[in-house]
């Protein structure tokens, strides 16, 4: 094969690009010019895996014939089109399929391509498949999404079948597939492999961990009569193995009908039989010995990978498997990481930065080196040994970029078992729920029955920490207690406070002393006292017994004073107040966009009421955010175009509508009738009684509200800790040891540290950001995971109505309004917000939804209590919710039932960026026709 690369560099001897490469030579260095498919396949013959022969035609082949301009300027053309537009893709993907199609093949390509293909033999049949440069990857495995032609026979077929595995780039199914992965269409190439054809007595295909369960250790066959093109099209209901590998046992196996096979014809092509035995479905494709063989090559496969895999097989009639085709399943989550002991038993996690943060999205490298650091200061705390606070406690784990909490110990143990379920309930009922179906779990069984243990440890903590004198001043002087709460923050501010002289050293110093000292140290010293408030308020619910409804319940926490992030957006909707006094202003908002508004404020020159009213705003509350708790995230402060956006929103409510001022204080009044109700309810058994729950009901309401002043202090320090940690990235940058400051938010605390001794990290930072925004498009992200891979999941409701925790009280109808990140979004008065979860840095958008609905939560998540402060129905913690209902889809949000109902689904209009589909949807309409039904 004269023009085939034997070479196993990207580059010819000539020093010209080759057009042909030998699969036996195509390793992991050369994707980007044989494409993923063909790596794999490279890497498995290496390895001495039977992979039948052939040739990759190169991704220069594909450059040489779509060089033209034209193919330029279509695929810029595709790049600019919004991933929901899918007519536009789809008209602009069949003009660059047509455009391939017609574009000659220059002479050294078909030269090359022939040459290699009669180096496999005279008119031998092949496989000809595509190999895109951004397919079969471990973030997308692009399965399907272009052509494959099968016992292609002759060189004129071969070629024909390249030319259209080419334009199978485009397909309209590839194209969709591309916008939905932010894969960009202009840096897409496809090489193509030409491969000889296995004979087939049967064929399929095997996943090395059971793509539905999530199992790792159960790998999922499917066998067909004939070629594989049957099981992989779908085309026949294959035979179905489940094979348990730690057991060596089929745990299941169901024969499928096998009612065609597809066969090759003798002159190329292939054809669909009908079986002629009518014992076909009777009979197993497999025997145990063959299917044995086949999970033992499955696993030598995954082993050689480093992860499961999608593995396209055939076994010829001398009862040898060929492996065709490898790809990496990318629909699991992945499994925790852990430095705890690597024991084999199963393990639970639950994942902490979503369901009790509130955070969907992916955690920066710094800032999950930060969870772990703070993470290991409170085991410290909790008098639990950390070896290395670097790598976090034994129970710390992460994955998918995310924080998760291994919850084993605690599911085992009679202690752990009591607190857990309520603990969780409070942020995520969900998360309560199935955690106590875990304790059926024969796995999970109790192996340590006593509770003293739990208590002893809890009792010595408290003593150490002087929680008991700080719970007896919440009692007694509660004011003094909320006093005692902001000096400590404060304090803790202070003592981080560095000079401008300080070195870089130093400045990373600071910022891990304040991870692992100064965040943990504010827990057992604020966290007390809103926990009284909670206490309180439940001995006197308690006493009332059933004379008082759960509706009444949530009534008392409305208007629930010294709440800082309620503060925090009733001073945001003040100023939007302001401004709306000075036309001229509004307009501004309503006609720039944010980076220009931004511009203009760091230049000082927007209006007045706005440039003062938001240095205002920001000297206060700049040091918050959007996943506030992770280091590496922007502050406000950095980059506050999120809140033009939320001003923005504020500004399009009526002028005569009811202000967020008024509807918290109504709460307040209505909170205040309720206890006057419940207190008069309880004298009927005694001045005792009513004493206890006046008493109770006055105490939740002056203490309640501190529930989020540890956030808010913990999050100050963060932002302090963010600060040093820029000035370290700033030194490193004029050093040239990074490219920019923000880069030191993709290395973890102790590679900064490296990097300042001299240690080149370059090399890591641009695969994190693309793992960083990879995960970031994850819509899916686990409550619960087992170390098996197994999702535990609730089972679904029968009826159409979805079902949640019942947040804050009222019903309303509205359209829907989809948020998975609130920057730059602005929410039209009424819309019913849609988000997978929320954190403080969402709350400024609630003061403009008509209702509130979250996939993540539980009554005491930061979203349900703002929900309730401003008196907007919500439902928390509902599975589903965000797959279920579509953009501008009307909704009944009934807060006091917990349940959301939908009106039939039409097809969204288009929605422009940052916009919505519910434009023509009456918005905040309620069920009775008139204001909220709080």
């Given amino acids: 094969m004269s023009e085939v690369h034997e070479a196993g560099t990207a580059s010819a001897a000539d020093g010209r690009t080759p057009l042909v490469v030998a699969l036996d030579r195509a390793g992991t260095g050369m994707l980007p010019l044989v494409g993923g498919k063909a790596v794999n396949l490279g890497v498995m013959t290496a390895a001495g895996l039977r992979v039948p022969d052939g040739v990759c035609v190169t991704t220069e082949a594909y450059r040489q014939v779509t060089r033209e301009a034209r193919f330029a300027v279509l695929a810029e053309k595709l790049s600019a089109v919004p991933p929901g537009d899918t007519v536009a893709l789809s008209e602009l993907a069949g003009e660059i399929r047509d455009a391939v199609l017609g574009a000659p093949v220059p002479r050294a390509v078909t030269e090359a391509l022939t040459a290699a293909y009669r180096g496999l033999g005279s008119d031998v049949p092949v496989a000809v498949r595509s190999s895109a440069t951004a397919e079969d990857l471990p973030s997308a495995s692009f399965a399907g999404q272009q052509d494959t032609y099968l016992n292609v026979v002759g060189e004129d077929a071969v070629l024909d079948a390249v030319r259209h595995c080419w334009a199978s780039l485009w397909t309209d199914r590839a194209v969709a597939y591309r916008a939905t992965n932010g894969i960009d269409n202009r840096s897409v190439r496809l090489a193509v492999v030409v491969q000889r054809m296995a004979g087939a007595r049967a064929a399929g295909v095997m996943f090395t961990a059971d793509p539905v369960s999530g199992r790792r250790h159960w790998v999922t066959v499917d066998a067909a009569p004939g070629l594989g093109e049957a099981v992989v099209s779908g085309a ?240 007694i002087r509660p004011a003094a207690a909320r006093d ?15 000079p401008e002289t300080a070195g870089a050293g130093q400045r990373l110093d600071t910022v891990r002393r304040i991870l692992l000292e100064g965040i943990p140290a504010l827990f057992p010293r604020m966290v007390p006292i809103p926990a009284v408030g909670g206490a309180a308020l439940g001995i006197a619910l308690k006493r009332l017994g059933e004379e008082v409804t759960e509706e009444e319940g949530l009534a008392l926490l409305r208007g629930l004073p010294h709440n800082v992030t309620t503060e925090m957006d009733l001073e945001l909707w003040r100023l939007a107040v302001r401004i709306r006094e000075e036309p001229g202003t509004v307009r501004l908002l309503g006609d720039h966009s944010h980076d220009e508004l931004l511009r203009s404020y760091r230049e000082g020159t927007l209006p007045s009421a706005l440039q003062r009213g938001l240095t205002a705003f920001l000297d206060r509350f700049g040091h918050r955010a959007v996943a506030e708790i992770d280091l590496g995230a922007p502050r406000w402060a950095d980059a506050p175009q999120h809140l033009f956006g939320v001003l923005a929103g504020y500004l399009s409510s009526p002028a005569g509508a009811a202000s967020p001022e008024s509807q918290f204080a109504d709460g307040a009044k209505q909170a205040e009738r309720t206890a006057g109700e419940l207190v008069a309810r309880a004298r009927a058994h005694g001045r005792l009684s009513a004493a206890v729950v006046g008493f109770g009901i006055r105490r939740a309401r002056q203490l309640l509200g501190l529930r989020e002043i540890t956030k808010f202090y913990s999050v100050l320090l963060v932002a302090r800790a963010r600060r040093e940690l820029l000035l370290v990235g700033e030194h490193l940058v004029a050093a040239g040891r990074l490219d920019a400051v923000e880069d030191v938010c993709f290395l973890d605390l102790r590679e900064v540290g490296e990097a300042l001794a001299g240690t080149v990290v370059r090399d890591r930072i641009e695969r994190r950001r693309e793992e960083y925004v990879r995960e970031g498009r994850r819509r899916h992200v686990p409550r619960m995971l087992l170390s098996d891979g197994t999702e535990p999941a609730l089972a679904a409701g029968e009826d159409g109505t979805l079902r949640g925790a019942p947040a804050s009280p009222g ?95 039409q097809s969204p209009e288009p929605v422009a960026p940052g916009g919505s589909a519910a434009s023509a949807v009456p918005a905040g309409r309620t069920a009775e026709g008139r204001g909220r039904d709080v």
């Fill in 236 to 475: 026949v209901n294959p035979d179905h193995f489940v094979v348990d590998t730690t057991e060596d046992r089929v745990v299941e196996r169901r024969l499928g009908d096998k009612r065609l096979a597809v066969r090759p014809l003798s002159g190329g092509g292939t054809e669909h039989v009908e079986p002629t035995d009518p014992d076909t479905a009777a009979h197993a494709c497999l025997d145990t010995g063959e299917l044995r063989r086949l999970v033992a090559l499955g696993r030598d496969v995954e082993r050689l990978f480093g992860g499961p895999q999608d593995v396209e097989w055939t076994l010829d009639t001398e009862g040898r498997f060929w492996l065709t085709q490898s790809r990496p399943v990318t629909t699991l989550y992945p499994l925790p990481v852990t430095n705890a002991r690597g024991d084999e038993e199963i393990r639970a996690y639950f994942c902490y930065s979503m369901v009790w943060q509130g955070i969907q999205g992916p955690v920066t490298p710094v800032g999950l080196s930060a969870l772990r650091l703070v993470a290991s200061g409170m085991a410290r705390l909790a008098g639990l040994r950390v070896p290395d606070p670097y790598d976090g406690p034994a129970a710390y784990a992460e994955s998918g970029g995310r924080m998760f909490l291994d919850i084993t110990t605690a599911v085992r143990g009679a202690g752990g078992r009591t607190a857990l379920p309520s603990l969780l309930k409070m942020v995520d009922h969900q998360t309560a729920e199935l955690v106590g179906e875990l304790f059926d779990d024969p796995r999970f069984a109790v192996t340590d029955p006593s509770r003293a243990g739990l208590v002893r440890r809890l009792g010595r903590i408290a003593l150490r920490a002087g929680v008991p004198l700080r719970v007896a001043e919440a009692v």
């Fill in 484 to 498: 005692r709460a902001a000096r400590v923050g404060a304090r803790q501010a202070e003592r981080f406070v560095l």
């Fill in 811 to 905: 019903s309303v109808t509205g359209p829907v309004r989809l948020v998975y990140d609130p920057v730059g979004v602005s929410l039209r008065p009424g819309e019913i917000l849609v988000a997978p979860s929320t954190d403080p840095g969402w709350t400024p958008l609630f003061l403009t939804a008509g209702g509130v609905v979250l996939e993540t939560g539980g009554v005491n998540s930061h979203g349900a209590v703002v929900a309730r402060e401003y008196g907007i129905p919500a439902v928390v913690g509902v599975p589903g919710v965000l797959s279920a209902l579509s953009e501008g889809q009307t909704v009944t949000v009934n807060g006091t039932a917990g349940s959301v109902s939908a009106e039939e689904r």
